[in-house]
């Protein structure tokens, strides 16, 4: 934990109306270190922003990074005001510091950043009403399109190969075979599940390499506590966690927000017996997905759906437990065992969602 003193220096640096009078850890997120900082203004009231200090252990490169937002977000600004959206409500808007530069180095060399607070607006940890999940679907197919014309060939490449499922497998076979804190002989069983999905490894890459499946301009982590869904409406209004737009497949956000939502229990939920897939909530994310995006989807794109829920949740098992192998040196933990419970979790849906997949595809040949 960064000290208070630390962050009230840190928000000086920054182009804010009025001085700091709290200051919030948000948890939730794995990677970044985020606060929710509130300013008072002259007239009295109070404006909250969200200040996070970039994981440049995992995005190296936090000069381009922020490039990338700062293009991505001012083209999204540019099309909402095109059909008379709330800018301030429907895109992250980067806060510059007082340098024009859009992020703040530290003494230390952490790199800061700083977005505009969404307000009245609810970050979700599980699908408390259906209609949320298929409402954040709508919000995810929505934001692919509105990208659908941003030139891909501009973006840098955040994390290189981040949703590459086969490399991904390849990373966990080196952490059970270096064993770097001596953990594998408790979780046999656990690596032996993953270890046992290598031919299906390679669903989705396979087919980006021979064209099938197309590049877009995808997000790439649409977990549900990655959209903003507004208090009084329940429509996702605003994606946020910008950090992995970047070129992939539409089956990578498709497949992650299934792991992620469809499930009867939080991702790290310690007793497996409250862990299912959830066929229902598969169906309300894939009816308010499509409604967006079949028109844009190809026909290979829409075979895989399924399949690509269960290749996406994989992958994350496998790097949760190979972060566990490793000794948690990626995913942010907040105690000892919580990367292998957040992998058993994953472990449970694919072996419930590969018992499920008939009934899975016939809901997507419902929609499609
Ligand atoms: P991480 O990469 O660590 O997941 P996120 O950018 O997703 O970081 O932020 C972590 C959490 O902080 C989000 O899940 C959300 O709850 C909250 N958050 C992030 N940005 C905003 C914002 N602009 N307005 C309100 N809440 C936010
Ligand atoms: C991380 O940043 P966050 O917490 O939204 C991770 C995703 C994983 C997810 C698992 C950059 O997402 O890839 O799917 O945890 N982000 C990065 O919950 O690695
Ligand atoms: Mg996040």
């Known amino acids: 934990m960064i000290d208070q003193n630390k962050i009230l220096n840190c928000v000086l640096h920054f182009d804010v109306e009025g001085p700091v009078v709290d200051i919030f850890k948000i948890e939730t997120g794995h990677i970044n270190g985020t606060y929710a900082i509130t300013c008072k203004k002259e007239d009295g009231s109070t404006i909250r922003y969200i200040l996070q200090s970039i994981n440049t252990k995992v995005f190296t490169r936090p000069v381009e990074l922020m490039e990338n937002i700062q293009n991505?977000?001012?083209?999204?600004r540019g099309i909402i005001l095109e059909n008379g959206g709330d800018v301030n409500r429907e895109t992250l808007t980067v806060i510059r510091a007082k340098t024009g530069l859009n992020y703040y180095v530290d003494e230390e060399n952490r790199y800061w950043r700083m977005y505009n607070y969404i307000e009245d607006a609810t970050s979700y940890q599980t699908v408390e009403r259906p209609i949320l999940f298929e409402n954040a679907a709508k919000a995810f197919g929505h934001f692919q399109k509105q990208l659908a014309g941003y030139?891909?060939?501009?973006?840098?490449?955040?994390?290189?190969?981040?949703?590459?499922?086969?490399?991904?497998?390849?990373?966990?076979?080196?952490?059970?075979?270096?064993?770097?804190?001596?953990?594998?002989?408790?979780v046999q069983p656990e690596i032996e599940f993953f270890l046992s999905h290598k031919d299906i490894c390679d669903t989705i890459t396979s087919r980006i390499a021979t064209g099938e499946i197309p590049l877009r301009v995808t997000h790439n982590d649409t977990k549900l506590n990655n959209i903003m869904i507004d208090n009084e409406t329940?429509?996702?209004?605003?994606?946020?966690?910008?950090?992995?737009?970047?070129?992939?497949?539409?089956?990578?956000?498709?497949?992650?927000?299934?792991?992620?939502?469809a499930s009867s229990a939080a991702e790290d939920e310690k007793d497996l017996s409250k862990v299912n897939f959830r066929i229902d909530l598969f169906e309300a994310y894939t009816r308010g997905y499509l409604q967006e995006a079949k028109d844009?989807?190809?026909?290979?794109?829409?075979?895989?759906?399924?399949?690509?829920?269960?290749?996406?949740?994989?992958?994350?098992?496998?790097?949760?437990?190979?972060?566990?192998?490793?000794?948690?040196?990626?995913?942010?933990?907040?105690?000892?065992?919580?990367?292998?419970?957040r992998a058993r979790t994953q472990i449970k849906l694919v072996a419930d969602m590969e018992s499920q997949l008939d009934a899975m595809n016939a809901v997507v040949a419902k929609y499609r």
């Open 296 to 341: 844009t989807l190809n026909e290979t794109e829409k075979d895989l759906l399924a399949m690509s829920a269960i290749i996406l949740t994989l992958e994350c098992g496998m790097r949760f437990l190979g972060d566990y192998l490793n000794g948690d040196i990626y995913f942010g933990i907040h105690r000892p065992e919580h990367n292998l419970d």
């Open 151 to 186: 030139p891909a060939d501009t973006l840098h490449e955040t994390i290189a190969q981040f949703h590459d499922t086969v490399k991904r497998f390849r990373d966990f076979e080196e952490a059970v075979a270096k064993d770097a804190v001596g953990r594998a002989a408790s």
């Open 234 to 261: 329940d429509e996702g209004i605003c994606i946020i966690d910008l950090d992995t737009v970047m070129p992939g497949s539409a089956l990578y956000d498709f497949g992650d927000s299934i792991r992620f939502g």
């Open 72 to 76: 991505v977000t001012d083209y999204l």
